[in-house]
């Protein structure tokens, strides 16, 4: 299995961010968001494909994967939404392409919506953008947090894996699901899964999805049409609230489209960066592939 690391560390407002960039310095620069419970480890497969043409930048948000987890930590979307921003000024990029999953949509769209982060150009895979979200599952936790976190590790490891396993339409392989997993173990990870749960709050959403008809840089809308976490039929009213937004459904993909159908979703991700307003591009002929690890 090949390493996935970040090695470079942000101080931000809600502690350290463990970061990196892929290809040569100069390029035309891309940064990837991921959602939640999830780690930048889910864009390995697709940074290292779009490296060949870009510098990506890579993250892991506070709270997730590598990056620092601390009771009392600030992990909600409108502190993840000031961190991007912070991030951003740190990178010194004033208008790249952004690329954003799940959670990490909702971070995007806060960060440019409200605090003036500036995009060429903006892609969101089954983003959390459009209420109503939140599964029953999430509302229970959300609503029992401190009681959840006192789970024994072997029944709090089960319902990760189920959880995180339920991303995918056509399963994860079992080494995928373990990295995955893995940072959510031991007693810092299992307080902070249940920490970021706890601190979802449709809010955040309800404040800037009236103000999607102002985002005026070319926009593509991706989904999984095998999403049991988002319907699909979230993606059409999420493209026709943004001018000129162009819906790309991915077939066979659930809602970790990055592991379901990674060859697909790197295609139409390649074209759309390469010519943000230009039209569509043309599915890989041989269709969507399970990626390993």
């Not at 029953?136 to 959300?142: A, I, K, Q, S």
């Not at 989904?223 to 976490?229: A, E, V, Y």
């Not at 592991?259 to 759309?272: G, K, R």
Request: glycine fraction near 10%; proline fraction near 9%.
């Amino acid at each position: 299995m090949s390493a996935w690391r970040l090695t470079r560390t942000f101080r931000s407002t809600s502690g350290a961010v463990r970061w990196d960039s892929l290809g040569p310095p100069g390029q035309d620069p891309v940064v990837l968001l991921h959602g939640t419970p999830f780690s930048s480890y889910v864009w390995r497969a697709v940074a290292r494909a779009l490296a060949r043409r870009h510098q990506v930048y890579v993250w892991d948000m506070p709270g997730y994967g590598a990056s620092a987890k601390s009771a009392g930590q600030d992990v909600s979307l409108a502190a993840q939404g000031r961190v991007f921003t912070e991030l951003l000024a740190h990178w010194d990029l004033p208008e790249p392409l952004v690329v954003a999953h799940d959670f990490g949509g909702a971070v995007a769209l806060r960060a440019h919506l409200l605090h003036g982060a500036r995009y060429r150009a903006l892609a969101l895979v089954d983003p959390v953008a459009l209420a109503p979200w939140g599964s029953p599952f999430f509302r229970l936790v959300g609503e029992h947090a401190e009681v959840f976190e006192q789970l024994p590790p072997a029944l709090h490891r089960a319902l990760v894996r189920e959880y995180v396993g339920s991303a995918s339409s056509p399963g994860l392989h079992p080494a995928v699901l373990d990295q995955l997993v893995r940072p959510w173990l031991g007693d810092p990870g299992q307080a902070a899964f249940y920490r970021q749960i706890a601190q979802a709050d449709q809010l955040h959403t309800d404040e800037v999805q009236d103000r999607y008809g102002e985002i005026a840089v070319p926009a593509l809308v991706c989904w999984g049409q095998d999403d049991t976490w988002i319907p699909a039929a979230k993606g059409r009213e999420l493209a026709d609230r943004i001018p000129g937004a162009r819906l790309e459904p991915i077939a066979g993909a659930g809602h970790l489209v990055q592991e379901d159908a990674p060859a697909e979703l790197t295609a139409v991700l390649a074209a759309f960066l390469r010519r943000p307003g230009g039209p569509a591009t043309e599915r890989p002929g041989n269709g969507p592939f399970r990626s390993r690890a």
